[in-house]
């Protein structure tokens, strides 16, 4: 729950901060601006595909885990819209530009916390970040900066489609900057220096094991 609200108030202060956001959220905020969707329907909607191509990844049906992280979206994109509200009604949006790039980085640090913090937990988490965990133990030898830059290509696409269509290109700032060069870090870091006793458990079925040994 911790992780949920810290993900969902980051994504919210960045969305207002209007300096830049995450990548996913970035690649959002241009579908929102290209075809009127509502963002924290674009968001759960994304965190639907994710948890899809996640029983892909790890090469078998896990229908608890599926059903869990559709229900993590779900709230999510719930609550990105509530903080969202909350700081346009605060005025965030209206501040200076320099304060406002800080607290979108500041964002940006929050949902990078977050996310260490439930991908650790390894109980419900986030479809998105379980596809980076996927990536980073089964697939990359543990590299968290390597699993968030894979999982940097798909919103990218989604960016450059939106603004070749829109002309236009929103959500693209030194937030993003920032969260491209240094997501993957803070996750590293939040791993040791953030609630530190708590270990990653992620585990791979014997069966898949053998596959990847293979």
Not at 74 to 79: E, R, S, V
Request: with cysteine.
């Amino acid at each position: 729950m911790i992780g949920l609200l810290l993900n969902a108030m980051g994504q919210g202060l960045c969305i207002v901060g209007a300096m830049g956001s995450g990548i996913w959220t970035a690649a959002a905020i241009n579908l929102n601006n290209w075809q009127g969707f509502n963002i924290g329907w674009v968001l759960i909607a994304f965190g639907f595909l994710n948890a899809v191509i996640n029983q892909f990844l790890i090469r078998r049906l896990d229908l608890p885990r599926f059903i869990g992280e559709v229900l993590y979206a779900i709230f999510y994109g719930y609550f990105v819209n509530i903080f969202t509200w909350l700081f346009t009604i605060l005025g965030v949006g209206s501040w200076p530009i320099v304060a406002r790039a800080f607290v979108s980085c500041f964002g940006v640090f929050t949902f990078g916390v977050a996310i260490s913090l439930y991908q650790r937990a390894n109980i419900i988490m986030h479809p998105n970040d379980d596809t980076t965990n996927i990536l980073r133990f089964k697939y990359l030898k543990g590299n968290a900066t390597a699993s968030q830059l894979i999982d940097f290509v798909p919103p990218v696409i989604l960016i450059i489609i939106s603004w070749i269509f829109s002309k236009q290109l929103l959500g693209i700032n030194i937030a993003t900057v920032f969260s491209m060069a240094f997501n993957g870090v803070i996750i590293a870091w939040s791993d040791e220096h953030i609630w530190g006793h708590l270990k990653h458990n992620f585990k791979l079925p014997e069966n898949v094991k053998k596959i990847v040994n293979k």
